[in-house]
């Protein structure tokens, strides 16, 4: 059972029982009772105007999104915006298509990587073996 769980069990204008024999029946601190979180109204402010800024030109990255901002006369800092921009799942859609820098030539063969699951090479020993049993395979091949 969570703090906040705990929380809602306890009643303070309970006559029979005082809030601190409560708190440690169930195990909880009374500071944690009494506690609540504050609301940061600035982050949700810099965060709606970061959302409002998306929602006019959705192509605009971190730097430009906090530069508008600063047009707009909100003060944020470029890894605040980021920040927020990520935790509001926000990203820069782009209208230009990714640029295929490897194609495969039809011709080549293509070979399973051998290697996958197989333990790390800790020693420069065993790394002359790997390479060693590889170029036998690579002559007893051709």
């Known amino acids: 059972?969570?703090?906040?769980?705990?929380?809602?069990l306890i009643e303070p204008k309970l006559e029979s029982l005082s809030v601190?024999?409560?708190?440690?029946?169930?195990?909880?601190?009374?500071s944690t009772f009494y506690y609540t979180a504050k609301v940061?109204?600035?982050k949700h402010e810099i965060q709606q105007e970061i959302a409002?800024?998306?929602?006019?030109?959705?192509i605009y990255g971190a730097k430009k999104v906090h530069q508008q901002l600063l047009e707009n006369g909100v003060k944020a800092s470029l890894n605040t915006v980021a920040t927020y921009r990520k935790e509001l799942g926000l990203k820069a859609i782009l209208a230009v298509?990714?640029?295929?820098?490897?194609?495969?030539?039809?011709?080549?063969?293509?070979y399973s990587y051998k290697l996958r699951g197989q333990g790390k090479v800790n020693s420069q020993w065993q790394m002359y073996c790997l390479v060693h049993n590889i170029e036998?395979?690579?002559?007893a091949l051709h």
């Open 52 to 58: 409002k800024v998306f929602d006019k030109t959705p």
């Open 20 to 30: 601190s024999l409560q708190c440690d029946l169930l195990n909880l601190s009374r």
């Open 97 to 110: 298509k990714q640029v295929i820098t490897t194609v495969a030539n039809k011709q080549h063969q293509k």
């Open 40 to 42: 940061n109204n600035k």
């Open 136 to 139: 036998k395979l690579r002559i």
């Open 1 to 8: 059972m969570g703090g906040s769980d705990k929380k809602k």
